[in-house]
């Protein structure tokens, strides 16, 4: 296995903190889209279906009788599968994903050095905690699960905002609690 180099800890949290900002719009774009989309629920409302006309059951929510492509194409299904795509790159390859190269490059060389490093493996299993809730998200919402989509992506807006702000890494605390019972790797 090859040797892990330690990580300025600064790096994760400006991360957290775009992507934080990224959620929040993602969230409410999702709570705006075709997941919390509802009919009068009086009488469930008339909807296309392939051209056709079909009356909405009971329920009242649109998304489950959407089509995929209405479902691919909401604004908030989109931008959390951004957020989904950026996290598949900081698990893939952490050192080029795009805001840690900003970071490296433009933020970090105008500050002092880090009064401490930190293992980078609890970072990335944290970016796939986001990539897990947020693909849930996704996959839920083609499904036609109302309200899946804002859910997760509420979800993953918290962990990455409790990062951003209180230097709290909620996937990291998962790696070292699955480290604590043996399920990750320890360090030599």
Request: aromatic share 8%; proline share 9%.
């Amino acid at each position: 296995m090859a040797e892990l180099r330690p990580i300025d800890p600064r790096g994760p949290r400006f991360a957290a903190s775009v992507t934080s900002v990224l959620l929040l719009v993602a969230t409410l774009l999702a709570l705006l889209g075709t997941s919390t989309a509802h009919t009068d629920a009086g009488f469930g409302g008339l909807g296309p279906l392939g051209g056709g006309m079909f009356i909405v059951p009971g329920s009242g929510w649109v998304l489950p009788y959407a089509s995929i492509e209405m479902r691919i194409l909401d604004p908030g299904f989109l931008a959390v599968l951004v957020v989904a795509l950026l996290f598949v790159w900081g698990v893939l390859s952490p050192r080029t994903a795009p805001w840690g190269v900003l970071y490296r490059k433009a933020i970090q060389p105008r500050l002092g050095p880090p009064t401490e490093l930190e293992d980078p493996r609890p970072p990335r299993f944290a970016q796939g905690v986001g990539l897990l809730v947020t693909g849930v998200g996704l996959v839920l919402h083609v499904a036609g699960v109302p309200l899946a989509l804002p859910i997760a992506a509420g979800l993953a807006f918290a962990a990455a905002f409790l990062n951003a702000v209180f230097a709290f890494c909620l996937g990291c605390q998962i790696w070292l609690l699955l480290q604590r019972v043996g399920l990750t790797g320890r360090t030599a």
